[in-house]
């Protein structure tokens, strides 16, 4: 049988990752406010099983969250890796599983068909979905796999973006304008005046919750992605109204269309990047037929705020899909990493490979060609380094700010640059706002950071630290001796530096 939601509970209670909590709360902010205690002190996840007001149904809250110094923690766990490991060790065993694509297989049955409602058997309101965060305009689903078809092809879409409940058979989803998710549905079934089936899963294999979080390149299924991070075949059933395949082992499906033009009202709502979105406005309107799920299911919940579980997940999982389409379009970058910690998601670091310039102007190209693809246009600042700068480092990137850039050069403004619909909202200008603020195209203010060495050092070295000043041979020594020599703290050596080779 394949691993699911429970089998990731027992394994983070092993890892003592996990606490249960008996006692009634509310679905009313209770339990997002304790996610949010929980992220800001580095504590476990939790699996509430008495909701009030819910006969049946759980709630597991921060379930991929780790601790802002260890983001990877419960994921690892989740994929059967070392807890322990460290971050960067686990990003590339990360890549290397989610290349060895393996398609789903079909089943005939699955745990998510335990229990079947359709029609007007349908009603989302009586389930636990939670009202994370005073102003929101309602109750979020922000853990979730919205999976829809291309109709032309075998491809598969799968992501995770905010749903709001509408109504008892009324969600709205927010998709970024640049999304697969809009391109199949604006440039396919809008079109053609088609609706669009979707399902929206809930549980089951944590792998696959994380490559919808990917942002795969055009074509790419999330769920090939899944059986690689996995090393096995996702199980997929058929869903009761529509041809698309679901995990079978599913807490809960949700089913339904998304007709052509047709929009709800949706937000505000609190957002991952440190501010509530809003104002309300036209969302794409889902029509909820069908409802399947297994017996007292248990419901994943994330609090979508930089002090909650969707930093550490991003943190992760979206820098993987970056890496992917740079490496697909060669692009002449060692590693990035997407600083959500420090930055609630605004600012992204990239470490461009050893080598000189092949012309001038090079970096100024590499720098529109990383805003112009979907992936990368979230971030409000984008940080170039070395090769040699350990991204995960927060100190290692202020000090190649401090020591690389002249600030009247290498601070770059770009005044209307490509941005994604969900970040504008706290700063943007009204003129800006007015002028700009499109589904189809946004514009706002950027920044760039070229922290590169701009010429070559004088003695060779780029970085005076331990690393550099001294041949291997003697920091090994130095290494060896420390405790001998009667020092009591733990030693930091980087043999190799930490750049993640993409």
């Not at 069908?290 to 007292?296: D, F, L, M, P, Y």
């Not at 379009?329 to 050893?354: E, W, Y």
């Not at 001998?484 to 993640?500: D, I, L, M, N, Y």
Request: hydrophobic share 35%; glycine share 8%; charged share 25%.
């Amino acid at each position: 049988m394949s691993y699911d939601t429970r089998d990731f509970i027992e394994d983070l209670k092993k890892a003592g990752e996990l606490v249960e909590i008996n006692d009634e709360v509310d679905w009313n902010y209770e339990i997002s406010a304790f996610e949010v205690m929980s992220a800001r002190v580095g504590g476990p996840a939790f699996l509430f099983n008495n909701i009030k007001g819910n006969k049946e149904g759980k709630v597991l809250v921060g379930h991929f969250a780790g601790t802002f110094r260890k983001p990877h923690r419960r994921i690892a766990v989740a994929l059967g890796m070392d807890s322990n490991t460290d971050f960067l060790d686990f990003v590339q065993g990360f890549n290397k599983r989610a290349e060895n694509y393996l398609k789903p297989v079909e089943v005939a049955s699955g745990q998510c068909k335990e229990v079947v409602k359709m029609g007007k058997e349908v009603n989302l309101l009586e389930w636990p979905f939670t009202y994370h965060a005073i102003g929101d305009a309602g109750r979020y689903i922000f853990s979730n796999s919205s999976i829809v078809k291309d109709p032309d092809s075998d491809w598969t879409n799968v992501g995770c973006y905010s749903i709001e409940v509408y109504s008892k058979n009324r969600l709205v989803i927010t998709p970024y304008p640049h999304s697969n998710w809009v391109q199949i549905y604006t440039t396919k079934y809008e079109m053609r005046n088609e609706s669009m089936p979707i399902a929206i899963a809930l549980g089951g294999d944590p792998a696959f919750l994380l490559c919808a979080g990917i942002m795969a390149p055009p074509g790419v299924s999330e769920s090939d992605l899944a059986g690689g991070l996995r090393g096995t075949p996702m199980e997929f059933i058929r869903a009761e109204t529509s041809d698309l395949l679901v995990p079978a082992n599913a807490e809960m499906i949700i089913e339904g269309e998304v007709r052509p033009y047709e929009r709800l009202p949706e937000g505000p709502k609190i957002e991952a990047f440190g501010f509530s979105v809003g104002p309300r406005q036209p969302r794409y309107a889902i029509r909820v037929h069908c409802i399947t799920h297994r017996k007292n299911p248990i419901l994943p919940d994330v609090h979508c705020t930089p002090a909650g579980s969707t930093d550490c997940w991003q943190k992760c999982c979206m820098g993987q899909g970056h890496s992917m389409i740079q490496r697909r379009m060669d692009m002449p970058i060692s590693h990035n990493f997407r600083m959500h910690a420090i930055s609630g998601g605004h600012m992204q670091a990239f470490a461009l490979k050893d080598g000189p310039e092949p012309y001038k102007g090079f970096k100024q190209d590499m720098f529109e060609l990383a805003w112009g693809i979907p992936a990368f246009s979230s971030p409000t600042a984008h940080i170039w380094t070395d090769a040699d700068v350990d991204l995960t480092d927060n100190e290692e990137i202020v000090e190649a700010i401090h020591t690389k850039t002249n600030p009247a050069k290498d601070w770059i403004l770009l005044p209307a640059a490509h941005m994604q619909h969900v970040l504008p909202s706290s700063w943007m200008e009204e003129e800006d706002r007015s002028r700009y603020f499109t589904a189809a195209s946004m514009r706002a203010p950027k920044l760039i950071i070229d922290a590169t060495t701009k010429e070559e050092p004088p003695l060779g070295i780029k970085r005076t630290r331990f690393e550099t000043l001294y041949p291997e041979e003697l920091q090994k020594w130095v290494v060896d001796n420390w405790k001998r020599f009667g020092f009591s703290e733990e030693t930091v050596w980087k043999k190799k530096g930490k750049a993640a080779s993409f």
